[in-house]
Structures are given as C-alpha cells and as structure tokens.
C-alpha cells in the first residue's frame, strides 16, 4: 500500500471562535516541580508570568494569581510527590480578529505529570540559532514555536537525534533549547549574559547568580575547546551535566558541581543534589 492510498483521519472541529493562544501565540506559561507539595522560588515564576502576560495587555489579579498558585500545587499533589507542572495562560476564546478585546477573560491551563528523571548522557552539538535575538522577559509560547522550527531546519543540516543542541549565535553560546547553559573554566561557573539577547532568565540561574557562585559573561564559542564542565539549569532538571561537546568529552563528576549544588541544596521544594 502506498502513501497516498492511507485513510488518514483528522481532527477536524468548526468553530467561530479560538483560543488566542492558538490563533496568535498570545500566551505565555510557567514550568515548576510540585516536590511534597512545596515549590522552589514560586513567587519568583509567577512575577515572570505576570510580566509576561502584561506585555500583551493581560493583566491578572493578586486573587486570580494566588488562586492559580494554589489550583496549581493542589492538583499536583493529587498526583504523585514529586510533580512537572506547566501553567498557562492565553489571551482566551474569542471570535476571529488579531485586536483582542479589553474584557475578554484569559484562559488558564495547568498540566501535570509525575517527574521522572532522565539518566541519559547529554551530549552537546553547537548550532547556530537561525533568527534574530530579541530580550527575553518571560516565557512566551511564540518563543517556543521558533524553537521548534530551528530544530528541524538543525535536523536537516544533520543534527542527530542522539545529540542536545547548544544554541550559539554571532559566535556566544547562548542556551539550549530550555535551559540556560553554564560553562566552568579557569576557576569560575559563567552564563551567557541576558543583555545580549536570546537567554532567559532562569529561575534557578538567577539564584546561582545572586549567590556570587555564577558569573554573568559573554561566552565566545571558543569557551567550549578548553572549559572543564558544563552544565544546564532550569526549574525542571535544576542542574544537569552534560557528558560531551562537539565530540569532547566532559568530567560529568567535576568538583565545581558541588559549588552549584550548596547553594541550592535542602531549600523549600529542591529535589536532594
């Protein structure tokens, strides 16, 4: 049977109406761990989303925050102990139309699955992102869909599936697909530097950073043939090393994981490090 003779089946639905989140990326969300019913720097992730929805006009209450908050971490906990939620919140069904209307009520959407720890090896393989960088304040959905464009355009100049894109640009290092990147040479952890654009400020980065244990830097692409550990962050995997760039390979035991590692151990809602 060839391809062309397959009865495929669509999910077709008519409707005058559509989430803006679908219809024109207006949307934005949040990733966290529900780890025995606490969170680590929540305030901290829901000040972003709010930033993030306030660029678009959204703007949500203390009361409809603090009750996402907790709908969030109740339905989690329903779950397992240790739980990846995703928060997000859209601009809301309306009718056709990019202009969103004033009083139109936001959706939100909260997801959960258990966590479950990947122990495979993360081996890096630089690529250079394909648009411009632009400053990144909060997770918007729109980011995300560029990110899966770049991909397959990587794919297609032979990225394999085996290996974790490094996104590099101009020359910088500046994250992978989801994650910041730190790189530990000479003595010190760096992150590529937000100002630049293209990088997110990660939570769990942003608390390295304010403990003085992680730099905020340029980072040429030439860190990478002589850097003695890297190493990815964010709300999900906290710290995860990676075992290989471009074909070198990476101490993922190094001493100067546990000077990331004190800083977040045993706070409120961190996994045990």
Not at 87 to 96: D, H, L, Q, R
Not at 120 to 141: D, G, R
Not at 195 to 223: F, I, K
Not at 258 to 270: A, H, S, W
Request: glycine fraction near 8%; charge should be negative; charged fraction near 20%.
């Amino acid at each position: 049977m060839t391809k062309t003779d397959l009865n495929v089946q669509l999910n077709v639905q008519l409707s005058n109406v559509l989430d803006r989140g679908i219809g024109y990326g207006e949307a934005c969300f949040e990733t966290f761990r529900v780890i025995e019913g606490e969170v680590f720097a929540l305030d901290q992730h829901f000040s972003r989303l709010a930033d993030g929805l306030q660029s678009f006009g959204i703007l949500l209450s203390k009361g409809n925050m603090e009750s996402i908050r907790a709908q969030a971490i109740e339905h989690a906990a329903g779950i397992a102990d240790d739980v990846l939620v995703k928060v997000t919140v859209t601009g809301g069904i309306a009718e056709w139309g990019l202009i969103r209307n004033r009083d139109q009520q936001p959706e939100v959407y909260i997801q959960c699955m258990p966590y479950v720890p990947t122990f495979q090896k993360i081996m890096l393989s630089t690529v250079e992102w394909p648009y411009a960088t632009e400053l990144k304040q909060a997770k918007f959905s729109s980011d995300y869909a560029l990110s899966l464009r770049a991909t397959k355009q990587w794919e297609g100049e032979g990225l394999s599936e085996k290996m974790t894109p490094l996104i590099c640009k101009n020359g910088l290092v500046l994250s992978g697909l989801t994650t910041n990147v730190l790189l530990y040479r000479e003595g010190s952890w760096h992150t590529p530097d937000e100002s630049n654009g293209g990088v997110l400020q990660g939570v769990v980065r942003n608390e390295l950073v304010a403990a003085s244990v992680l730099t905020l830097s340029d980072c040429p692409v030439l860190w990478l043939d002589d850097c003695e550990a890297i190493g990815f962050t964010n709300s999900g995997v906290f710290i995860q090393p990676a075992s290989m760039v471009n074909s070198r390979k990476l101490n993922r035991e190094h001493q100067a994981f546990e000077m990331l590692y004190q800083v977040l151990r045993d706070k409120p809602g961190m996994p045990k490090l």
